[in-house]
């Protein structure tokens, strides 16, 4: 069974860190790009950044370049998602998801397996 579980997230201040973790069992890292998405109270679920399975290309969102990092451990079979100068606008839901492209994109609906998600709360 393909499943996802991110965990990391909390309350934070304004310009604080977190590191956020995607667990993926039931299938391995090697074959399956992984993307990062947030969705806002009342706003649409929206991609911030991926990891391709291919070549390990990595995308980001305008709205988090230079602050997000994503990057993958295969062996551990998890992705993180590395948030810098946090935000109150970065306050969301996070989700991570898997995709059998080969080449990622931030388009939510080439992926397949979606987490839970966890929650980023940005606040003094």
């Known amino acids: 069974q393909l499943q996802l579980v991110e965990s990391g997230g909390g309350l934070v201040q304004p310009g604080g860190s977190l590191r956020l973790s995607c667990e993926v069992s039931?299938?391995?890292?090697?074959?399956?790009?992984i993307g990062w998405f947030r969705q806002a109270p009342g706003k649409e679920r929206e991609g911030v950044s991926c990891i391709s399975s291919s070549d390990r290309s990595t995308y980001y969102a305008d709205s988090v370049k230079g602050r997000f990092t994503i990057s993958r451990d295969n062996f551990k079979n998890t992705v993180y998602l590395q948030i810098n100068s946090l935000k109150p606008e970065d306050t969301a839901v996070y989700y991570c998801?898997?995709?059998?492209?080969?080449?990622?994109?931030?388009?939510?609906?080439?992926?397949?397996?979606w987490g839970q998600g966890t929650q980023v709360t940005v606040s003094s």
């Open positions: 998801a898997a995709t059998a492209f080969r080449k990622c994109e931030l388009l939510r609906s080439t992926y397949d397996v």
């Open positions: 039931g299938f391995t890292l090697d074959y399956f790009g």
